[in-house]
């Protein structure tokens, strides 16, 4: 049976209003990615692997691009990319345009669309990024279309790259790092914080394992995968086309 996660949980209009009011912190690395642990080691992994696998790359995808950090970090080291950024929150959008814009002579496109309604065009993309976003895909079916609409985009020995909330499949190992991310949060900032951020995890988060995302890459045709940093609910993987 499909596993779906769609019950009681944020729908992409709330999840939309929620990030248009969050552009400042998402605008700085450290404020905007507090929770996550080891963000600015992810960050540099996805985008150093992109550039070892496509360094003559001359288009990119930055899929949920927020306000831009991952486009930025990205065009330190391939630098005039052609990029185009999606996300929900034209305030995000608006934020990443400017910030980007500054620092490429390439073009910049931005896009207002939730993934799953977007037909990406064939085989356009050298890189496709997805940082802190996929997890907020519901259904077996969900993760599938998305899967396929990226593989498709790529060109040929193409890669695409996530950092993102994980789960775990053994519900053994599921609680042990649960366990291990809540004393985490209580170092940042004590039981109160801890709690507030694990409710609106249960509220709009829907992760899946690295283990379910790996098999499906590999399902949807990409030729290579790997698993690039691992940190107890957070990981950093992805695939080449």
Known sequence: MEKSNKQQKSSIEEIRDRFDQDVERFSNLDTGQQTIIDAPLSL????????????????????????????????????????TLIDLSMSMLTRAQERV????????KILQTDIL???LPNSEYDIVLAAAVLHHLRTDTDWEQVFRNIYQSLKPGGSFWISDLIEHEPAAINQLFEERYARHLDDLGGPEY?????????????????????RLLTKVGFSYTEVLHKNACFAAFGAVK
């Open 194 to 214: 801890r709690q507030h951020v694990l409710d609106y995890i249960a509220k709009e988060d829907t992760p899946r394992s690295v283990s379910f995302q790996l």
């Open 44 to 83: 540099e992994l996805c985008t150093s692997a992109a550039f070892y696998v496509n360094k003559d790359a001359g288009a990119m995808l930055d899929i949920g691009c927020g306000a831009g950090n991952y486009t930025l970090k990205m065009l330190e080291k391939i630098p005039d990319l052609d990029c």
């Open 101 to 108: 814009s500054a620092v490429t002579k390439g073009q910049v």
């Open 117 to 119: 309604q977007t037909e």
